[in-house]
């Protein structure tokens, strides 16, 4: 099933002016177990959506009291720098809608 | 104790007045606002600009002040006018005294805390040996990072103000500040410990994000003792759930289990989220780590260039089907004229919206699948005039792009209009930074010296009769 289906919000914003934070909240607690379970959401599978090297993953974090999955990206210039073309961050998340969740 | 947050950027948008209504009736101990933001990038700060219409600013300290005086209670504003700057909170501070003087308030205390430090300041101290160390994976500020800053400051944590607030103020405008160091100031002076305090304020800071559904600049209340939080919104169609607080716990931060402030942490790793009913829910288990160290971040911005930018279009799907081509004429054509960028000082960027507009390195899919695509040209350089003369020859260039078999042989572009609209100068933020300027283990002596606080009375002046 496509992660869209199963995620409750799937979002991405800023988190200070170097770094892209994207929040994926689960409402269903077998929806997010899943998930998790499937290893399918991974520092290694988003380096490789997004067309990054591994080590600008900094962070994948398993949140259980939001029942969230978060990951943080390091931009490629800060926030706003001439060439930069989204200032908040707030439209990277849709390439993770198809991830396919077994 | 109870707090109301009424936004979570005051000034960006009006606050929504029925919810604060109903949050000043619930006779909250405090209204606590933050103003400012790094999210609106780095113009603001290096220019030293407001970026919100100050008529809006003004709508925001209005009802703030007023409520926050007719119940008085202490009212803190931090990272006045969005960036902080001295500029700010002078400014803030002014509009205050206008509010009173209008509104005919009985005199009151302010505390302003300037937070600005300059440039100079840092290249001395960098020069005296203190190490600027970067964030994020930023390397250590040398001089010449601080030569291209033209603004910066510092970011105050809970001490500066909690003072202020035990010294009587009963508004404190903040200079560049935590936003949850603000929360916790207050809820600290009335005797709540950091851990609950600090709590209190990652919680609220963002007002009604907190809560469920999605609404910005609504009210929301918390109640503050020694062992946790309870938060509800006062808008009715709003929840404070443990899901929509706790997704919040963790907006607009790489660490959701960490709030790092001056002197320390707010470890949330043990969070407990509690419906007490269908739209509050109390939040307790939070720990307080204090560090050996007292760091406080510096953010700083500087100026990189004059901008222009053009809007495009294009239409024919064999012309789409060669856009890089398309582009790489443009840019060979500034080449032909300018030299090279590199060697010039200019650049160009296209946005090809349809393509990887949004998105850019970062889209997977950097293919044009529409019939359509946009083209914002951004041209930087050292002078307005060459910006405009640079975007003008890119723009041209998307029309006059030469390919082989191109049916339409009257313009491969459309122009949304043949103008270069001058864009405000180009900035980036130079500092992401901290510095540490005491020993460790020893009281935050010099570190506080970054942060200046002066009282004033304002208000109804007092006629002295004999």
Not at chain 2, 71 to 76: A, G, N, S
Request: charged share 25%; hydrophobic share 40%; aromatic share 8%.
């Amino acid at each position: 099933m496509r992660l869209a289906e199963l995620a409750s919000t799937i979002r991405s914003k800023n988190a200070g002016v170097d770094h892209i934070t994207f929040d994926v909240i689960f409402r269903d607690p077998a929806a997010y177990r899943r998930t998790v379970d499937s290893g399918r959401l991974s520092p290694e599978s988003i380096a490789a959506l997004y067309g990054i090297d591994r080590d600008r993953i900094t962070s994948f974090v398993v949140f259980d009291p939001a029942q969230a999955i978060k990951f943080t990206i390091r931009r490629e210039r800060p926030a706003g720098t001439p060439g930069e073309p989204d200032l908040f961050g707030s439209q990277c998340y849709p390439p993770l809608f198809d991830i396919d969740i077994p | 104790m109870k707090i109301m947050s009424p936004t979570g950027h005051l000034g960006f948008t009006p606050i929504e007045r029925g919810s604060f209504e109903a949050g000043v009736a619930d006779r909250p101990d405090a209204i606590v606002a933050d103003s400012g933001s790094a999210d609106i990038g780095p113009y603001p700060l290096g220019a030293d600009l407001a970026h919100s219409p100050e008529e809006w600013q003004r709508h925001d300290l209005e009802l703030c002040l007023l409520a926050a005086r007719e119940l008085d209670v202490p009212l803190v504003i931090g990272s006045a006018s969005d960036t902080g700057t001295d500029r700010g909170v002078r400014r803030y501070v002014e509009i205050i005294e206008e509010l009173a003087l209008r509104h005919g308030l009985r005199p009151f205390q302010v505390a302003a805390i300037y937070s600005e430090v300059s440039p100079a300041r840092l290249i001395e101290l960098a020069a005296s040996g203190v190490v600027i160390e970067g964030l994020n994976g930023r390397a250590p500020a040398d001089v010449e990072t601080l030569r291209r800053t033209d603004h910066a400051v510092a970011v105050m944590g809970v001490e500066p103000i909690k003072a202020a607030i035990e010294a009587g103020a009963d508004v404190v405008i903040c200079g560049r500040a935590s936003d949850s160091s603000l929360f916790a100031a207050v809820a600290e002076s009335r005797g709540i410990p950091r851990a609950s305090a600090l709590l209190a304020g990652k919680l609220l800071e963002c007002a009604s994000f907190c809560a469920e559904p999605f609404m910005g600049k609504e009210t929301v209340i918390g109640e503050i003792d020694a062992d946790g939080v309870t938060v509800y919104p006062k808008h009715p169609q709003q929840r404070c759930t443990p899901a929509s607080v706790a997704s919040h716990a963790m907006y607009e931060r790489i660490d959701p289990y960490a709030e790092v402030v001056p002197g320390g942490v707010l470890d949330m790793r043990d969070l407990r989220f509690e419906a007490l009913d269908e739209r509050t829910t109390r939040v307790t288990g939070a720990v307080w780590r204090p560090s050996t160290t007292y760091s406080v971040k510096i953010e700083g911005a500087g100026k990189v260039g004059e901008r222009a930018i053009s809007v495009m279009g294009i239409r024919d799907p064999y012309t789409l089907s060669r856009l890089d081509d398309v582009l790489a004429w443009s840019r060979a054509k500034l080449v032909e004229r300018y030299g090279s960028p590199q060697e010039r000082g200019y650049r160009v960027f296209f946005h090809v919206y349809g393509r990887n507009g949004v998105m850019g390195n970062l889209e997977p899919h950097p293919v044009v699948d529409g019939h359509e695509v946009g083209i914002v040209v951004e041209a930087v350089a050292g002078t307005t005039e060459a910006a405009e003369e640079v975007c003008a020859l890119a723009a041209r260039n998307l029309f006059y792009a030469r390919l082989p078999e191109v049916k339409g042989t009257a313009g491969g572009a459309s122009f949304f209009s043949d103008e270069v609209l001058l864009a405000r100068p180009a900035y980036e933020w130079t500092l992401n930074h901290v510095v540490t300027l005491d020993p460790p283990g020893q009281e935050p002596v010099r570190a506080m010296q970054l942060f200046r606080t002066e009282m004033l009375q304002v208000g109804r002046k007092t006629v002295v009769t004999k």
